[in-house]
């Protein structure tokens, strides 16, 4: 992509599973579609990506391959992850007049090496003159208004699609960590698999998010609800449309619920004493998209005995924090992982 001839801008991405938010600086967000591209197989054309490609996931011809090349929070597929990073910085770049811009890049803390080194690639590619990374934990800290340079902790929890981390920081370092792979998307696989043994259904993924969003939760309700899924018939190969409940969604779920509160226990008894009292009066801070699952919040709270907060925008920490990080890049370098030039 030859970005040569435009102005400098500065920009942030939130390199998620299931979505792709991007921030330029002094602009805040502006862009923000799912991680999804549709390829022509035979010669390699980029369809669609973003949201018009969502709508393609189970519904293409042969000659048309519609992925989510994020998997569990890290680039599974290379090549198709740096075609959509690379349309959708050309679109932002287009659109704010943004040329080889520094970028900023919320990554898993789990992240290995070789997934670094593509997420970087990715990026210099697409046109960036300098990418730096930041621990997602890091970033949605920051872009949930803590203040992470303070000499005292704070726990973040940022379930994404993907996976979900939790960080005990301090001092503008990350002292604990833990990161599960297990985010959004197992939510949804729980209720496609829960659904074709249980009720004889298949169901898509699309179908399985719409209902956790609709009626999930991770404790009951105050009262049942009730939604449709539509689906196919195992038994006679039909479409057919059938009830759900809250509940039956929570028993789908269960497992990996638990997991998530698991994750978090262990790094909460992994904390150094002197910053246990601070996070026990703080309590903890929830962001990204699975923290909007219903009663999640009360739950974690009771297994915990700690107050428990969802950000004011939770599914936009990450972003938030990337584009903070670059309107004061100096001061927060020392939360910034390896810089790479192009």
């Given at each position: 992509?030859?970005l040569?001839?435009?102005?400098?801008?500065?920009?942030g991405?939130d390199?998620?599973t299931?979505?792709i938010?991007?921030t330029?600086?002094?602009?805040?967000?502006?862009?923000n579609?799912?991680s999804?591209?549709?390829?022509?197989k035979?010669?390699g054309?980029i369809?669609a990506t973003?949201?018009?490609a969502?709508?393609?996931?189970?519904r293409?011809?042969?000659?048309?391959?519609?992925?989510?090349?994020?998997?569990?929070g890290?680039?599974a597929?290379?090549?198709?992850?740096?075609?959509?990073?690379?349309?959708?910085?050309?679109?932002?770049?287009?659109r704010?007049n943004?040329g080889?811009?520094?970028v900023?890049?919320?990554?898993?803390?789990g992240?290995?090496?070789v997934?670094?080194?593509?997420v970087?690639?990715s990026?210099?590619?697409?046109?960036?003159?300098e990418?730096?990374?930041?621990?997602?934990?890091?970033?949605?800290?920051?872009?949930?208004g803590?203040?992470v340079?303070?000499?005292?902790?704070?726990?973040?929890?940022d379930?994404?699609?993907?996976?979900?981390?939790?960080?005990?920081?301090?001092?503008?370092?990350?002292v604990?960590?833990?990161?599960?792979?297990?985010?959004?998307?197992?939510?949804?696989?729980?209720?496609?698999?829960?659904?074709?043994?249980?009720?004889n259904?298949?169901?898509?993924?699309?179908?399985a998010?719409?209902?956790?969003?609709?009626?999930?939760c991770?404790?009951?309700?105050?009262?049942?609800e009730?939604?449709?899924?539509?689906?196919?018939?195992?038994?006679?190969g039909f479409?057919?449309t059938?009830?759900?409940?809250?509940?039956?969604?929570?028993?789908?779920?269960?497992?990996?619920?638990?997991?998530?509160?698991?994750?978090?226990?262990?790094?909460?008894e992994?904390t150094?004493p002197e910053?246990a009292?601070?996070?026990?009066?703080?309590?903890?801070?929830?962001?990204?998209g699975g923290?909007l699952?219903?009663?999640?919040?009360?739950?974690?709270?009771?297994r915990?005995?700690?107050?428990?907060?969802?950000?004011?925008k939770?599914?936009e920490?990450?972003?938030?924090g990337?584009e903070?990080a670059?309107?004061d890049?100096?001061?927060?370098k020392?939360?910034?992982m390896n810089?790479?030039?192009?």
């Open positions: 992509m030859n040569l001839g435009w102005n400098s801008k500065d920009i991405v390199l998620g299931a979505n938010i991007i330029v600086k002094g602009k805040g967000i502006v862009l579609e799912p999804v591209i549709a390829i022509e035979g010669t054309e369809l973003g949201n018009e969502k709508e393609m996931l189970g293409t011809p042969e000659n048309i391959n519609a992925i989510r090349p994020m998997k569990e890290v680039i597929d290379y090549t198709a992850t740096g075609l959509m990073i690379k349309t959708m910085l050309q679109k932002v770049c287009k704010y943004a080889r811009p520094r900023v890049v919320g990554v898993p803390s992240i290995t090496e997934e670094k080194r593509a970087e690639e990026i210099l590619q697409a046109g960036a003159k990418v730096y990374l930041i621990e997602e934990p890091m970033a949605a800290a920051i872009g949930a803590l203040d340079a303070e000499p005292a902790g704070n726990i973040i929890v379930i994404g699609g993907g996976t979900t981390e939790v960080a005990i920081i301090s001092l503008g370092g990350i604990v960590s833990n990161s599960l792979r297990i985010g959004g998307d197992k939510l949804n696989q729980d209720i496609v698999n829960y659904v074709k043994r249980e009720m259904l298949a169901i898509g993924e699309n179908m998010e719409q209902i956790k969003i609709s009626i999930g991770a404790k009951p309700l105050m009262a049942e009730v939604d449709k899924i539509r689906g196919r018939n195992l038994g006679n479409p057919e059938i009830e759900i409940t809250s509940t039956q969604i929570q028993e789908a779920i269960s497992e990996s619920v638990e997991k998530i509160i698991d994750v978090i226990k262990q790094t909460l992994r150094p910053l009292s601070d996070i026990m009066e703080k309590g903890i801070v929830l962001t990204g923290s699952l219903k009663n999640f919040d009360q739950l974690l709270s009771e915990t005995d700690m107050p428990v907060y969802i950000a004011e939770p599914l920490c990450v972003a938030q990337a903070k670059l309107e890049i100096e001061k927060l020392v939360v910034l810089s790479r030039k192009r």
